[in-house]
C-alpha cells in the first residue's frame, strides 16, 4: 500500500516526486514517457535557468535531478494507467501489467495530440502522418511537408520542420496565426515556410506512403496538393479518461482548487490534464510542487 501514486511523469508529476522524495514518503510514478511531452518540445525559451535548451535535454535534467532519489521510490515507465477505482482504504490504479492500491492519487497526466479524423489519417499515420516535429522532422529532410494547424504547436513544428524540409506549409482553417508573437513572425519572416490560411484539411492520400492533402479553401473549391508528410498539429485533449468519478470540465479537463485538489478527497491532480489555464512546462512544474506539498499536509494532519 502506497502513501501516494503519482500517475503521469511529465514536468509536474516529476516536480511532485521530487517533494515526495525528500519527506521519505513511500511513493509510487506510473508513466509512458518519462518527461511526458516535454520530451518532444523543440526550444524552450522560457524555463527560468536556461536561456534556450530543448526538451529532451531539459527532461534529461529532470532525470539527473530525480537520480538524486533514487531508491527512494518506485517508478514504472512505460506503465499507463488504464484505470482507477476507489478501495477499502483508498484508491486502485489499474494498469496492464499490475494493480496498484495507495491512500491518494496525484493525477499529472497531461495531454495528448488531438486527431482531425479525417480519411488517410489513421491509415498513413507512421507512413507520412505524424504528431510528432521533432521525433520525426529528420525523416523529412529535402522533402515537401505540409502542418496542420495555426497555433503555437503549428509554429514551433513548422519552425522545426524549417531546418530539414524544402518547403513547410501551414494549413489553418484561421485567416492568420495565432500564438506567440515572435513565432509567428519567425514563419512568416521565413523563406520556406508558406501560410495557407481559411483552409480545411479534407484527407490525405497516398500508395504506400503520403503523397498528397486534399483541402478546401474559402471559396468552397476543393484542391490537392502534393506532400510527403503531414505533421498534424491541431491542438491537445487531456488524458483524463482513464478516471470517471472526478468532476472535469467540457473539455475532458479536471476541475482542481488552488490547492489542486480534485472534487473526490484523497485525490489531486496537477498540470496540463487539469482546468488551470496555462499550460506551459514551468507552470506545470509549479502546480506538482504545489500539489505535492499539499498532499505531504494531508498526511502530517491525518491519521494515516
Given at each position: 500500500m502506497?502513501?501516494?501514486?503519482i500517475i503521469g511523469g511529465g514536468p509536474a508529476g516529476l516536480a511532485a516526486a521530487v517533494y515526495l522524495a525528500r519527506q521519505k514518503m513511500k511513493f509510487l510514478v506510473l508513466t509512458g514517457d518519462f518527461g511526458g511531452k516535454a520530451l518532444w518540445s523543440s526550444d524552450v525559451e522560457n524555463y527560468l535557468g536556461f536561456h534556450m535548451i530543448d526538451g529532451a535535454d531539459l527532461v534529461k535534467q529532470f532525470r539527473r535531478h530525480l537520480d538524486d532519489y533514487a531508491g527512494a521510490f518506485d517508478l514504472k515507465e512505460g506503465e499507463i494507467a488504464t484505470?482507477?477505482?476507489?478501495?477499502?482504504?483508498?484508491?486502485?490504479?489499474v494498469t496492464a501489467q499490475a494493480t496498484y492500491e495507495a491512500h491518494?492519487?496525484?493525477i499529472s497526466t497531461g495531454q495528448e495530440n488531438r486527431k482531425l479524423g479525417i480519411p488517410g489519417e489513421k491509415e498513413f499515420y507512421g507512413k507520412g502522418v505524424t504528431y510528432c516535429a521533432t521525433c520525426d522532422a529528420p525523416l523529412y529532410s529535402g522533402k515537401a511537408v505540409h502542418v496542420v494547424g495555426g497555433g503555437n504547436s503549428a509554429m514551433d513544428a513548422a519552425l522545426f520542420l524549417e531546418k530539414y524540409a524544402a518547403s513547410v506549409s501551414i494549413v489553418s482553417v484561421n485567416p492568420e496565426l495565432k500564438g506567440d508573437a515572435e513565432?509567428?513572425?519567425?514563419?512568416?519572416?521565413?523563406?520556406k515556410i508558406r501560410f495557407v490560411p481559411q483552409t480545411r484539411t479534407l484527407g490525405i492520400t497516398g500508395s504506400a506512403f503520403v503523397e498528397g492533402i486534399s483541402l478546401v479553401g474559402p471559396d468552397g473549391a476543393k484542391r490537392s496538393e502534393s506532400t510527403q508528410g503531414v505533421f498534424i498539429e491541431v491542438g491537445l485533449v487531456p488524458i483524463?479518461?482513464?478516471?470517471?468519478?472526478?468532476?472535469?470540465d467540457k473539455f475532458g479537463q479536471i476541475i482542481v482548487d488552488k490547492h489542486n485538489r480534485?472534487?473526490?478527497?484523497?485525490?489531486?491532480?496537477?498540470?496540463?490534464?487539469?482546468?488551470?489555464s496555462e499550460k506551459q512546462?514551468?507552470?506545470?512544474?509549479?502546480?506538482?510542487?504545489?500539489?505535492?506539498?499539499?498532499?505531504?499536509?494531508?498526511?502530517?494532519?491525518?491519521?494515516i
Open positions: 502506497y502513501d501516494t501514486i484505470t482507477v477505482t476507489k478501495g477499502d482504504q483508498g484508491f486502485k490504479v491518494t492519487i496525484l513565432m509567428k513572425n519567425k514563419c512568416l519572416a521565413s523563406a483524463s479518461g482513464f478516471i470517471d468519478f472526478v468532476e472535469k480534485t472534487s473526490v478527497a484523497g485525490i489531486w491532480a496537477a498540470g496540463d490534464v487539469t482546468d488551470i512546462i514551468a507552470v506545470a512544474v509549479g502546480e506538482g510542487s504545489k500539489a505535492a506539498l499539499d498532499i505531504i499536509r494531508h498526511f502530517q494532519t491525518s491519521n
